[in-house]
């Protein structure tokens, strides 16, 4: 694709992300997370399962402990201290009522203008078969938005209706339409932020955690490039609302 990529918003203060695992956010955002703390904007992370499923040499409750306190690291190097776990089923989220009651209730306790997702799409571009659990929860996310809103929907919930959501902006879709110019910093806490998901990265390569969040994040960020005025970019497909 050649379309140049817009700008994200920047005319916001609170960001609720939502992704189905640890480890999600940082395999893209979380550059844009790091600037985006950094400059004062508050976002907190929700997690829809705990990684149990994530690690073939751990049994899931072991995995669990480690991936959910991977996770917390992580989130702290790029200004985020407010990280929730849901206890939905790593693998097999189903997709349906509870998952949107769930995402609803966040929505309306947290009040965010911006939505965070992670691709919801079949494919990673066209290519890579996506997982069912990032399909299920991006779809959810966007589905929840609209949910918060409106309170004839999910009534019981504690939290007054928030209709205050005005972007969703899905990482890594093949359906890019905005971007966020990775800085040189911004990039570093970016790498540093996945390579604190230790005992995942190395189950999945020989390199040291620091050189395989390098080397992914580093490619990915170049590829917006030729997209954005020739930056290093985090690209999101932005939903208005």
């Not at 480890?23 to 844009?32: F, N, P, S, T, V």
Request: net charge negative; charged share 25%.
């Amino acid at each position: 694709m050649t379309d140049q990529l817009t700008p994200m918003p920047d005319d916001w203060q609170r960001a609720l992300a939502i992704v189905a695992h640890p480890d999600d956010l940082e395999y893209g955002a979380a550059a844009a997370i790091a600037q985006w703390t950094e400059a004062g904007r508050e976002v907190t992370y929700l997690l829809v399962t705990r990684g149990e499923a994530g690690i073939d040499g751990l049994e899931p409750k072991e995995s669990a402990r480690v991936r959910e306190a991977e996770q917390r690291s992580s989130a702290a190097v790029v200004g985020v201290t407010a990280v929730e776990f849901l206890d939905h089923a790593d693998g097999v989220i189903q997709d349906g009522l509870e998952l949107r009651r769930d995402l609803a209730a966040a929505i309306r306790r947290h009040r965010p203008e911006l939505l965070i997702t992670l691709n919801h799409h079949d494919t990673w571009g066209g290519t890579a078969w996506n997982s069912p659990d990032h399909r299920i929860v991006g779809r959810a996310t966007l589905d929840a938005a609209g949910d918060a809103g409106n309170r004839w929907i999910f009534p019981d919930l504690p939290d007054a209706p928030w209709d205050g959501v005005r972007w969703v902006a899905v990482a890594g879709s093949p359906q890019a339409t905005h971007a966020v110019e990775a800085t040189a910093s911004g990039a570093e806490r970016a790498v540093t932020s996945l390579a604190e998901h230790r005992a995942y990265i190395t189950a999945l390569s020989d390199k040291s955690p620091t050189e395989y969040a390098r080397s992914f994040l580093q490619g990915m960020l170049d590829m917006a490039a030729p997209r954005f005025g020739g930056v290093p970019a985090v690209t999101f497909q932005v939903y208005p609302r």
